[in-house]
């Protein structure tokens, strides 16, 4: 925000002709002591009445102590007195500004800057009336007329920088960021290393992701011990966002040690903050708990203290205590730009979608066209835009089996609880040995429900036809599913399904009908140890009966590219073994190490690749040697269109039978086919 900068006139040519017994009034109208100030000259006009200057300068003293209504009035009457007096009538348009009435004041100083226009004052105080009301362009142009006139006044030169602030900020605002770091630097002509303007290019660098320009402008920025400290705490953010964030905690402890010798509220508060942030960004969820309980006995209800705990609750997978946090920050300050962005954050954790949504809508009425806010805002809407998907691939195996499939599924969110899916999928197999071979059309039609936050009910209906050579069927298609988080970190998936065997041309032809009953449980820590475990119950139509139980144990190594590793145990049993028809054996193990790593290759393109060995045993038979592993790249064209290339092999134990190995290659298009959701309107968001 820029700064208002009052044009204060001294010592004016009338001034001058004063008698001398006023100087002490103008000294103290100098120095600032406008209440005093305006003590001795209402005194001295109780004894001259009619003295303009006296006059004056009590009227200034008035507006100045905090009266400027009272001040206006004054000047008005003077100019009736004297009309079209020029040091009155700037006398009066300047209470407009102590008032901060400046669209009152507007037209006066233009009315003023026409009949004297070469007259410092008044071009200087109009550039600065237009300032303040945010026409930065034009006020610029004024403050050049100004300095044209006094081309070495300091007063005119802070007001074109604090004018040159103002405009970078609206330019940031509007995600101008080259114009913006233009309007800064130009400050520098008339102040070389500006403080505010090092904050602000450094500001800017941190929001457009340049961690190196901004951690130079810290440097420069350390010129005094309480400056140094500010500059590490800055330094620490950057190094946050260049990922680095075991560095940025390195920073910010030294920053603590400096700011425990320097007597600074302010600074030693913005201190800590940083340090308990790089705490929570390591991961040292404990130690930033504890730090934040000691700071809060000695800052009770400050809102950077409530901050740091929502913080650490979205962190931990706690939102609603995060939500409590931040509903504490408004209740101190509705307009707290954290806490309602914040809040936002934290009710879409808790999936809470619609009041994150109304949430994020107050931040911008706040702060208008806030990047973060308008960002939020734009992927809650990416997740809610109706969208079709096609999933091409081709796959083969050591058993001579081919197939080509394709699934194109429309997805149409109606609202934030309420979605719908149609999906077509075409399987081609063949047999290049017997020549055996099939097809299948499925037609799916999905619904879901969000019965209450993070509880979602999702069931699909459909129809399966198979051809085999001269014979056909069709069966229907179920899948019934629950998903919900009993406790915070835990997924828990209950679910239900009916399918048809496609794998290959005999398994279509013998018509097996699966009904799977099972359940998924995911269970994640603050520790970076997470447990999966999948149970599942099959029936089939011949007969045969199979139970699954895999589990893995995983630990998540790194975040950023987010390296994850683990032991997969898998146990399959089936109640009956047809070797001849499918694998099915009486009692199958395996167990593999894995890893699964996901980063991004640029800002659009991102990869994956999976990768697991082990052993497995099928019965009695001696243990044998399994590897699998997959690979993916995407790529995202444009935030509505993403394309996904990936590759997968494998030769553990599959539906066929021990001992085969598969191969798939891939590719996957997502189009969000609409702009916007389609209950974006009801939402008032435009």
Not at 7 to 18: D, H, Q, R, V, Y
Request: glycine content about 4%; some cysteine; charged content about 25%.
């Amino acid at each position: 925000m820029i700064r208002n900068l009052v044009f204060l006139i001294l010592l004016t040519s009338s001034f001058l002709k004063a008698q001398s017994d006023m100087t002490k009034g103008f000294g103290l109208l100098e120095k600032g002591d406008f209440q005093e100030a305006e003590l001795f000259f209402g005194e001295y006009i109780k004894t001259d009445t009619n003295n303009k200057t006296a006059l004056l300068c009590y009227g200034r003293a008035v507006g100045l102590s905090g009266e400027p209504q009272k001040a206006t009035g004054l000047f008005s009457d003077l100019l009736e007195d004297y009309p079209g007096d020029f040091e009155i009538l700037i006398n009066y348009n300047e209470s407009y500004l102590w008032a901060k009435e400046y669209e009152q004041a507007k037209p006066l100083y233009a009315d003023l800057v026409d009949k004297f226009p070469k007259k410092f004052g008044a071009v200087l105080g109009y550039a600065n009336t237009l300032s303040n009301l945010k026409e930065y362009k034009l006020a610029l142009s004024w403050v050049e007329k100004a300095i044209e006139l006094q081309p070495e006044n300091e007063s005119a030169k802070i007001s074109r920088k604090f004018m040159r602030l103002g405009y970078a900020n609206e330019f940031v605002n509007n995600q101008q960021y080259g114009k913006g770091e233009q309007t800064l630097k130009k400050i520098f002509e008339d102040f070389p290393d500006d403080k505010d303007v090092l904050i602000n290019l450094a500001n800017l660098y941190l929001i457009i992701k340049q961690a190196d320009k901004a951690k130079s402008m810290y440097v420069r920025y350390a010129t005094t011990p309480k400056d140094s400290i500010t500059a590490l705490n800055g330094i620490a953010l950057a190094e946050h966002i260049d990922e680095n964030d075991k560095e940025a905690l390195i920073i910010s402890k030294s920053a603590m040690v400096k700011v425990d010798k320097i007597n600074d509220v302010k600074l030693t508060e913005s201190t800590y903050d940083r340090f308990v942030q790089a705490l929570i960004w390591n991961r040292k969820f404990i130690s930033a708990r504890n730090k934040i309980d000691s700071l809060e006995v000695h800052y009770p209800n400050k809102n950077w203290i409530l901050a740091l705990k929502a913080t650490l609750g979205l962190y931990t997978g706690d939102a609603k205590s995060s939500v409590e946090s931040y509903d504490r920050i408004l209740v101190n300050d509705s307009a707290s730009f954290d806490g309602n962005l914040g809040k936002a954050n934290a009710l879409f954790a808790s999936d809470k979608i619609i009041p994150a949504y109304n949430m994020a809508s107050q931040t911008l009425k706040f702060y208008k066209n806030q990047k973060d806010a308008k960002g939020f805002i734009n992927k809650l809407n990416l997740m809610h835009t109706p969208t079709i998907e096609e999933h091409a691939a081709y796959t083969f195996d050591n058993g001579n089996n081919t197939a080509f499939f394709t699934n194109t599924t429309i997805d149409v969110p109606f609202s934030t609880k309420f979605r719908s899916t149609v999906s077509y999928f075409f399987r081609s197999t063949e047999n290049t040995v017997t020549d055996n071979k099939a097809t299948s059309h499925v037609v799916l039609v999905g619904l879901q429900y969000k019965l209450f936050p993070k509880t979602v009910l999702k069931s699909v209906l459909g129809l399966n036809n198979s051809r085999f050579l001269d014979q056909a069927y069709t069966q229907p298609v179920i899948d019934i599913k629950l998903d919900l988080q009993p406790f915070k970190l835990q997924n828990l998936t209950l679910g239900y399904q009916r399918e048809v065997q496609s794998f290959n041309a005999e398994l279509i032809e013998r018509e097996i009908v699966q009904n799977h009953y099972g359940l998924n449980y995911n269970l994640g820590t603050n520790v970076n140890f997470g447990w999966y475990t999948q149970l599942m119950h099959t029936q089939q139509s011949d007969e045969n009966v199979r139970n699954l139980l895999f589990t893995s144990l995983y630990y998540n190594v790194l975040r950023k590219p987010a390296l994850k590793m683990g032991l997969n145990y898998q146990y399959i049993t089936f109640k009956d073994q047809v070797p001849t028809i499918y694998f099915s054996p009486e009692k199958y193990q395996a167990v593999e190490l894995f890893a699964d790593v996901r980063g991004k290759i640029s800002e659009k393109t991102t990869y994956m690749v999976s990768a697991a060995t082990g052993i497995q045993k099928v019965e009695d038979d001696p243990n044998t040697n399994i590897f699998r592993a997959e690979a993916s790249v995407q790529h995202q064209f444009s935030p509505r269109f993403s394309l996904n290339v990936y590759g997968k092999y494998s030769n553990i134990a599959s539906a066929t039978a021990a001992g085969f190995e598969f191969t798939e290659i891939g590719l996957k298009a997502k189009w969000l086919f609409l702009k916007k959701p389609l209950f974006h309107k009801k939402l008032n968001l435009d």
